[in-house]
């Protein structure tokens, strides 16, 4: 399991934003694509254990899902991916490997106090 | 106190690791040296297929390796056999290498003199997907034994890979393994990956695989040259 040191980057990376704007964090918005190759619930847990000590104890972690999407070379469309296990077009069975979305482990936002 | 707002600020979890990581693809490729990491399971036959992929390419090449593990030393005392230069990161309770741990791995070896450098990752396959060590290529390690539909059970790993071995192949009528099947797993989570089947215990498959990582090495050095 290494959601607990992705967690830690979560808190760090967040602290360091707050610090330089010089406001307090209540909660933070986290973009999870489907092939970050990380567990939301382990994640979540994770979340509280790493805040504590920190100035972002008692903060939330709200995360967006972000699905899969790829970009189809025979529909020249984008397409959401219904599974992991299948990369083709759900529309007409093309394989593909355009990934255009579904990586991403980005603090998008942060809610704040002044 | 005021109303709560929402600030955007984009920041990508990883990048330090990804910034370490280009800084490493930046010295390999400058020093013309190709590099491999290797992911699978435990007890999926990493080091005995290492250990020959050293041995065989020595001849002709200058080779190196580093291996990660939890805890012991094993693993980098059977690879020092094949004679290449191996050096052991122990990670302790972390489940998978990151860019730094390979950097500092790398401390006082001259990239230029080599011409492969392996990176053997913890026995594992779902956390090292989401770190980006500087490699040139992810080789994916599955042994026949562990079944057909393992890359579906691991989709996101077997995605990140540039290339998938499919060892232990002379225990494939034992297990009574389904190539075709393993074949299409495969196809279906990380289409067009090239597939090597063989046996690190018989010689079985190895050269071909070989002739690739040459050819890999050759396309690099055009490319860094040009």
């Known amino acids: 399991m290494h959601e607990l040191s992705i967690a830690m980057g979560i808190v760090e990376a967040a602290t360091d934003e707050a610090q330089r704007r010089g406001v307090q964090v209540a909660a933070v918005h986290l973009r999870l694509g489907a092939l970050s190759g990380v567990v939301k619930d382990a994640l979540l847990f994770s979340y509280e254990v790493a805040c504590q000590d920190t100035p972002l104890a008692g903060s939330r972690l709200i995360v967006e899902d972000i699905p899969v999407t790829i970009f189809c070379p025979e529909c020249k469309e984008m397409r959401v991916l219904g599974s992991l296990q299948s990369f083709a077009c759900p529309e007409c069975g093309a394989p593909t490997m355009d990934i255009r979305q579904g990586k991403e482990l980005e603090v998008f936002a942060l809610e704040v106090q002044e | ?226």
């Open chain 2, 1 to 226: 106190m005021s109303e709560p707002r929402l600030v955007e600020v984009r920041r990508n979890v990883l990048k330090q690791n990804d910034i370490i990581a280009r800084g490493l693809r930046e010295q390999f490729r400058e020093a013309g040296v190709f590099v491999v990491s290797l992911v699978s399971s435990p007890g999926s036959g990493k080091t005995t297929f290492l250990e020959k992929t050293l041995t065989l390419l020595q001849p002709k090449y200058r080779v190196a390796a580093l291996v990660g593990d939890l805890a012991t030393e094993n693993d980098a005392v059977r690879l020092a056999r094949s004679k290449a230069p191996v050096r052991q990161i122990t990670t302790g309770t972390l489940c998978h290498l990151e860019a730094a741990m390979v950097q500092n791995a790398l401390e006082g070896w001259k990239m230029r003199d080599l011409d492969f450098l392996f990176i053997e990752n913890v026995g594992n396959l779902v956390c090292p997907s989401s770190y980006d060590l500087g490699e040139n290529l992810r080789l994916v390690l599955m042994s026949v034994t562990e079944g057909e539909d393992k890359p579906l059970k691991y989709p996101t790993i077997f995605n990140s890979a540039d290339v998938a071995v499919i060892s232990k192949n002379e225990l494939a009528a034992a297990v009574e393994f389904d190539w075709e099947v393993a074949r299409k797993s495969i196809e279906s989570v990380r289409p067009g990956m090239r597939i090597f089947r063989l046996s690190a215990k018989t010689g079985e498959g190895m050269q071909e695989y070989l002739d690739f990582l040459s050819q890999q090495l050759l396309e690099q050095r055009a490319v860094a040259h040009h």
